[in-house]
């Protein structure tokens, strides 16, 4: 016989449904942030187990129908696959998480989502592979600094080579370095510490329960950053409108050559600080006028304006800096990053 679930069980999960609900009211309501909060409601349903209702918010946002296409397609598909796998709809997610990886993206969190689905559904040599592919296109061996957000790639594939027994290698090395666990990855990753848990040695059990607050304040430091730090940037024409109706905000922005430097050098102090997972927000005036509005605070407010690209990066407007080797620069401009404001 089935035992009961816990009543507490069944307040989390309609809290869950609820906050979902209230989710989509809200992207009915701002349907240009649609994508970012349908994903949060999808996150809510998968949490109380409304898994059916998850892939049909998955399916939606990816409808060629919609008014506002996803901006990030092949991570959608990721989170439907693996939220499919759950729910025994294996068939289908692995062929969608075959397309995931035909399609390369740069973005690491597609990968990082299928081949974590590959890992916890034990297909660990695929996941492997999965992982593999990752790194190897978005993270050559000698990269001295790798973004914030290629860290669970890396450290994925530390923890899937080690329950295969793999000897490590350059990646492994490097997992190993960005790492700031004060276990190391071996010990965390290590796939004999379940059997640790049924000893009776005290010394034995101390180390596990200190490898696994290692493992927890991992996990906090990342949800306690789910959005970049992000600098906020304004294309010329926007800059020339706000300065235009807001002249005070003129000794913020004297030019847009200098505010474009100041966004370069701003980034590169906080990176040369150990600040990770850093973005730039684009404003638009009208955009801000209504975030002032909401906070009840004057447009030529300077102090609103960090508030401003906090809440565009809360929203999933943040584009990671810096770009990938070869990639646009952020500016705007066209060129190559490295050739643009990537010149050191």
Known sequence: ????????????????????????RTAGLYPEDAEQLLLQAAAH????????????LYDRLLSADTEHPPSS??????????NLWEYDHEAEAR??????????????????????????????????ATFTEAVTLLLPPETPDPPYAT????????????????DHDAWDTLADRVSTAPVPLDELHDPKRVWSLGSE???????????????LGSYREALSRPFPVAVLHWPKAELTELVTAYPSLTAEYPSHEAHLATIESSLRELSASGT?????????????????ASESTSPDHPDLLP??????????????????????????????YGECHGQR
């Open 1 to 24: 016989m089935r035992p009961e679930k816990p009543a507490a069980a069944d307040h989390v999960d309609a809290d869950h449904i609820a906050e979902a609900a209230r989710l989509e």
């Open 45 to 56: 349903l998968e949490l109380a187990g409304v898994r059916e209702r998850a892939t049909t």
């Open 151 to 166: 860290h669970p790639l890396l450290f994925g594939r530390h923890r899937v080579r080690r329950l295969l027994g793999a």
């Open 201 to 215: 040695n005290p010394a034995e059990l101390r180390a596990e329960i200190t490898r696994i607050q290692a493992e």
């Open 307 to 336: 508030q401003y690209a906090t809440t565009l990066a809360a929203r999933g407007r943040a584009v990671s800096w810096p770009p990938d080797t070869g990639g646009e620069c952020w500016c705007g401009s066209g060129v190559v």
């Open 95 to 128: 062929a969608i998480i075959d397309g995931v990886r035909a399609a390369a993206p740069r973005d690491p969190a597609p990968w990082v989502i299928v081949a974590e689905s590959l890992e916890a559904h034990d297909e660990l040599e695929q996941a492997h």
């Open 276 to 292: 990770p997972n850093l973005g730039i927000v684009t404003g638009t005036v009208p955009s801000y006028e209504a975030f002032a």
């Open 73 to 82: 397609p092949v991570l959608i598909r990721a989170l439907k696959a693996a």
